[in-house]
């Protein structure tokens, strides 16, 4: 009895155990379902925990919101790792007003300037990339009452490697400011080669209202790259940076709007190096006369606007190239000398090619006529342009010698010949003058003697200057008769009606009332009836007589004096 009520008692109890771990292993499967939730929970709770502090730390500034034309509008953005935030920013809504201008990143700052384009009030809508939050803000922009710019922007339709002008004309309302030209960085213009002068090409200071304001002149040249495929392409422009230092050390900035302009491919027939712009050209063969076997140097000058040197050199060695062989001329290497300036209507650039070359045969030699090409961009055609020299004449070395011995001699005669022509033609005047001047008889006869003693004394051409010198004439030919006189004036320039009828009136009133009278009054009374009609007979002889033509010149040139 007591054996199984034992027993039962023993079922009893491990029935009631068997339940109680069931329900032991119930309760720990539901524990250990709340603690894998609870876990799961936590997990995804806590990214948006994190960000929620990170959006709580990181502050955005953007002002100033009014500023003038050439003043900066900074955005600032505080915070740690923003990085990747920063970099999915999208600023394109800023860009449509503004340039940007630089970007400063510290450790936990990040700084981005920009300048306005130009006056307005513009609305700057916001947006968010990761924890960076840019908040929608309006920004208004006034004029610079200061300065003043005309932008001069390049053309939209260009080719490779041609060359345009962007330019600034700057006007500002105190000449104290100082102004200068800056250019972008490299990356903001990778589809051109930018050249730009700092300083400016023009200046001018006037008065401006109450102050003394100036006007600047600025250009920078923009050359094209070339095009990776012979599709058309677009390439965007970005202007140069007009800086302007105030009186109070302030720096304004100025931009221009970029722009997007088309690159047309050049004709598929051109070859790579040809240039692109305007080119011209003059050339120099030497002198027509040569010595055959000397050294001499043919000079081409190649002026261009809008093209590079290394182009320049490229047409030059086209030039060069197109030299044919000649039996008569021997060629040597070329050599070259580049100079080039930017200015206002873009960069001229000076090429001179210097080709030497020996006439190797004596007789007329002409220069090969050479070609030169260029791409015109104004036209979009190929300009054919001839480069043509001089003939020229080879003689041997010692002919050209004797030449020009010849030359000299036949140059000295002719020089003498003309001084004494001219001396001639002096010696008439003074006679002229001394007939019109005589009074008496004696006087136009000294006036005559003294003309005869000038042609036959070996006087300079200052002397001649100085006047007849009756004196002298009077000491050396006081003993010549009236005939002598006369055969000297046959010999020397021939005999003529005119020197005859002088003679004959002279001789007359000289020697006609000897026997009347013999003393000088008598004679001098003798004769003052007939003296108008000698004196109109010797300037009707020196009228017509030619006394320095140029048979009788040469005549005279080659006597002896008389005796």
Known sequence: ?????????????????????????????????????????????????ASASQLSQVKVKVRPTEVMLG?????????????????RLDWREYQKYFVLYDTEVDSDRIRVKFYPLAEGTFTLKGQSSGAIHLPTVTVTVKENPEVAI??????????????????????????????????????????????LQTQPFESEVGLLGDYSG?????????????????????????????????????????????????????????????????????????DWLQASGELQYWRIKLEALGVSKA??????????????????????????SFE??????????????????????????????????????ETGKLETDSVTANSILALPIWLLWVAQWLILIAGLLGGFVALRYVQQQLYVWQLKRAIAQASSLSELWDALQAWQYQQTQKTSFKSSMQGLTTEQATLS???????????????????????TTLVKKLNQMLYANT????SEQGREAGITEDWSAVKSAAQQWVETEKLTQSGLLTKMLTRQNVK
């Open 214 to 286: 100036k006007v600047e002149r600025f250009a920078a040249s923009y050359e094209l790259n070339s095009l990776t495929s012979p599709e058309r392409a677009q390439v965007v422009l970005n202007s140069p940076i007009v800086r302007v230092k105030n009186r109070t050390n302030t720096r304004w900035y100025f931009f221009d709007q970029a722009r997007l302009v088309n690159v047309n491919p050049l004709p598929h027939f051109l070859p790579a190096t040809v240039a692109v712009g305007a080119v011209s050209a003059s050339s120099k063969g030497g």
């Open 477 to 499: 030919l006081n003993t010549q008769s009236l005939g002598q006189w006369q055969a000297w004036v046959e010999k020397t320039f021939g005999a003529s009606s005119g020197l």
């Open 71 to 87: 003043q900066r509008v900074t955005v600032t953005i505080e915070g740690e790792s923003l990085d990747a935030s920063f970099e």
């Open 340 to 377: 080039s300036e930017l200015t206002l209507e873009g960069i001229k650039s000076h090429l001179e090619l210097r080709l030497p070359y020996r006439i190797i045969q004596p007789g007329l030699v002409t220069l090969p006529t050479l070609q030169l090409r260029y791409f015109n961009a």
């Open 515 to 518: 026997q009347m009278a013999t």
């Open 311 to 336: 182009y320049l050199n490229s047409v030059a060695h086209a030039l060069v190239a197109q030299i044919p062989h000649s039996p008569n001329i021997e060629w040597l290497s070329d050599s070259r």
């Open 150 to 195: 005309d932008w001069h922007a390049p053309k939209t339709e260009l080719y490779p490697h041609q060359q345009v002008i962007w330019g600034a004309d700057v006007k500002v309302t105190n000449s104290a400011h100082k102004i200068s030209f800056e250019a972008r960085a490299d990356k903001q213009n990778l589809g051109a080669k930018v050249v």
């Open 1 to 49: 009895m007591v054996r199984r009520r034992l027993k039962q008692s023993m079922t009893a109890f491990l029935g009631d155990k068997a339940e109680v771990l069931k329900a032991l292993v119930l309760m720990a499967g539901l524990v250990l379902c709340s603690v894998q939730t609870a876990q799961a929970n936590s997990v995804e709770a806590s990214p948006s925990k």
